[in-house]
């Protein structure tokens, strides 16, 4: 017997051949991908890769055998020995026939167009256009909308392609509006800021990272002659995909502030700041350093830095406070309870899974307004079916279908978790131990967190993201124990929201307490003899009121920033101007452990300096070992084991439950107003913040325009005994 013919094509693929190219593709894709894997150009609007398809402008019809007329490669799935041709005189022949459609009414404004030079319109119409329009009559004229103060609009240009409706639809609208700029394929949508500013050929792209949270997002940095005029974001599949968010991309004006600091600052004899060089600030800070610690020790001498300093900057301001005998440092601002010491924690499961989990628990979180992109993950799991739970003292509104919102006071979150640990106890006949089993025990069980806890047990993965108000909770380290014990026992990752962009890094480099020192609200409850402040400011604090008291009533207060502001004006003895991550050399660690080291994009304002430099001149003016380096690779060489290495969490722990009288304050932090930075730029300031959650009426979908820039509202909660 002969032997038979084998199939050498694995069942998931199929055979096509692409301008006579033969080729492997898989089953159920469409002839465009398998053009873009065999790098052959087809012309598209309405594709995009992450958007759902429309197939609505034709731009990219190609030829198939047998087929009576041409096919949509975007639309058209392959099937088996399908023969493909996409320069056929057929399918040049449509191409150009659609483009010339498109055209009838485009407006011809190309040289007035902010899209000039990167439109996509522009470009296809130069492969595919005619020279003369073959239209005389009138062209349509359509009304511009106003959506807000990020985005232009000159609707004329539109093509309707409907990527903007798509991406609105699909992804979210708010937080992320921004990004229907780039998705547009031609100048109806614009980046408002950047208006008629300048031409993307006079532009210098230099890459960066986002600074605002913790994800380390990918981006350029627009610049000309040393400016960032623009953001766009930079494509990185493990972090923010094609994406970016709103304070990413706009953040930059606050760059530009009127209050910039841009020069060395001392407070004379007569009580008044005044301008000096560098080496006479360096040498009054180290001085007047000294001198407390002669006087009071070096224990009177505490440093509160924000989140989002680069791991350089936060590595030498530990080194100088250690050196001075103070273990006072801190970054977690916002942060009420550290008992536990908990931070730099990473995600147990990263970033880029989330969006394949089948179960969601959300502990104290808010991803919407946390960590935008982090929503989009988890608003992605819920569109493939995942089931998402949420124990929160707000009812927020969520971009996405909760199957249940358990919203309660804030000292119930802690009964609230304790009754779905205590159910997936029992559902997997487990036992809790130590501190935390009288209160499980104690926590009464109904239906509701059954559920919760079945459904993270029975879903192939889960996640818990435990959000940045269980961090801020008052009783954080209980609320933190409770929710390891609930993921260890349903076997869900751990996920917790990092403080600002660098709260991992910090934490890596020893920008926290060690064992005898104070935490930031340590410092603010017992104020220091001298304070220095890094990049922080009230508005950055759990207690504005405290932080100002702080610095008010410190013998030496230093302030080492980019911003000048009234507050500092007034509390400041010493005030050291420097650069913020678009303008300095740095290195951030994101919540998945991965260290993205920049360097500077923009130019500094005036005398101010990369904050390192002016580190390694205060530590050699102190006398301090490790300050002898001259070139930031050797600073890094030092810091490499540290910041390579996973923060230990204290186990030792005191889990505090007791409730307060009275009213317990829960505030929101705004997320347009979450660091200095954002809290200076016009245009996010100017967006409009979400509406208010109707708790009378049935849980639904709100899309507003374009993200939260005015403060939320502060809701107080009666706690009984």
């Known amino acids: 017997m002969s032997a038979q013919p084998s199939n050498s094509t694995a069942p998931d693929l199929v055979n096509i051949e692409v301008d006579g190219i033969a080729m492997q593709v898989p089953k159920g894709s469409m002839i465009i991908h398998a053009t873009d894997k065999a790098r052959i150009a087809v012309p598209r609007f309405c594709y995009h890769e992450k958007l759902p398809i429309a197939a609505n402008c034709r731009m990219c019809l190609v030829d198939v055998e047998k087929a009576p007329k041409p096919v949509p490669a975007c639309a058209t799935p ?200 560098w080496d006479e600030a360096i040498r009054f800070v180290a001085d007047g350093l000294r001198r407390v610690q002669q006087a009071h020790g070096g224990d009177q001498i505490a440093a509160l830095v924000a989140p989002m300093t680069s791991s350089e900057e936060g590595f030498l301001l530990a080194a100088v406070l250690r050196g001075l005998g103070s273990l006072n440092i801190d970054h977690r601002l916002r942060v009420v309870d550290a008992l536990d010491r908990n931070a730099g924690a990473t995600f147990e499961l990263p970033l880029a899974d989330i969006e394949k989990v089948g179960a969601v628990l959300l502990i104290g979180s808010n991803p919407r307004l946390d960590q935008p992109l982090l929503g989009h993950r988890v608003r992605k799991a819920w569109k493939h079916g995942a089931s998402i739970d949420a124990v929160n003292p707000i009812d927020f509104d969520f971009h996405f279908e909760t199957k249940t919102a358990r919203v309660v006071e804030p000292w119930q979150m802690l009964s609230e978790l304790a009754a779905i640990t205590r159910a997936a106890l029992e559902l997997t006949n487990t036992g809790a131990d130590g501190e935390l089993a009288k209160l499980i025990a104690d926590a009464t069980i109904e239906d509701g967190h059954r559920a919760i806890a079945k459904r993270l047990i029975d879903a192939s993965s889960s996640v818990l993201i435990f959000g940045d108000f ?72 759990l207690r504005s009121k405290a932080y100002d008291d702080a610095r008010s009533s410190a013998e030496f207060h230093v302030y080492i920033g980019a911003y000048a502001c009234n507050g500092v004006k007034r509390t400041a003895h010493a005030l050291l101007p420097v650069g913020l991550a678009p303008e300095i050399d740095g290195t951030y660690v994101n919540v998945d452990g991965i260290a993205q080291s920049v360097v500077a994009g923009a130019k500094l304002p005036g005398d101010a300096r990369s904050g390192w430099r002016a580190l390694r001149a205060l530590g050699a003016a102190l006398g301090l070992p490790g300050f002898d380096f001259t070139e930031l690779n050797e600073l890094r060489e030092r810091m490499a084991d540290k910041l390579a290495a996973v923060v230990p969490t204290s186990s030792a722990m005191t889990v505090t439950t007791k409730q307060g009288t009275g009213l317990t304050r829960i505030a929101t932090v705004p997320i347009y107003r979450s660091d200095a930075v954002l809290r200076r730029s016009p245009a996010l300031l100017a967006t409009p913040g979400p509406p208010a959650r109707n708790r009378t009426q049935p849980r639904r979908f709100s899309f507003c325009r374009l993200g939260s820039g005015r403060p939320r509202q502060s809701l107080g909660w009666k706690t009984q005994r």
């Open 78 to 277: 392959v099937m088996e020995g399908m023969k493909i041709r996409t320069r056929s005189e057929r399918a040049l022949n449509s191409q150009r026939n659609v483009m010339e459609f498109l055209l009838i009414n485009h407006p011809l404004d190309c040289p007035v167009c902010d899209q000039g030079g990167e439109c996509e319109l522009q470009d296809v119409a130069m492969g595919y256009g005619r020279s003369v329009s073959r239209f005389v009559e009138r062209k349509r004229v359509v009304a511009d909308e106003d959506i807000g103060p990020l985005i232009a609009t000159d609707m004329t240009r539109c093509i309707h392609c409907t990527r903007c409706v798509r991406f609105m639809s699909e992804i979210i609208e708010t937080e992320l509006g921004g990004n229907i700029i780039d998705v547009c394929p031609v100048g109806a949508l614009t980046n408002k800021p950047f208006r008629y500013r300048a031409r993307a050929w006079e532009l210098i792209a230099r890459e960066s990272i986002g600074y605002h949270d913790a994800l380390g997002s990918n981006l350029f940095l627009h610049t000309r002659r040393g400016e960032v005029l623009r953001t766009v974001p930079k494509h990185n599949e493990a972090i923010n995909e094609n994406w970016l968010s709103d304070r990413d991309r706009y953040s930059h004006q606050g760059l530009y502030a009127d209050d910039r600091a841009t020069q060395p600052m001392i407070r004379g004899v007569d009580g008044a700041l005044k301008a000096v060089t």
């Open 470 to 541: 269980a961090v801020q909770h008052p009783a954080a380290t209980a609320l933190r124990a409770l929710a390891r014990v609930l993921a260890t026992t349903t076997h869900t990752a751990f996920n917790e929201v990092a403080s600002g962009a660098n709260g991992v890094g910090l934490a890596r480099v020893g920008v926290m307490p060690s064992e005898g020192g104070r935490s930031a609200a340590q410092i603010l409850a017992q104020p220091s003899k001298a304070l220095l402040t890094y990049h922080a400011g009230s508005q950055d604090t």
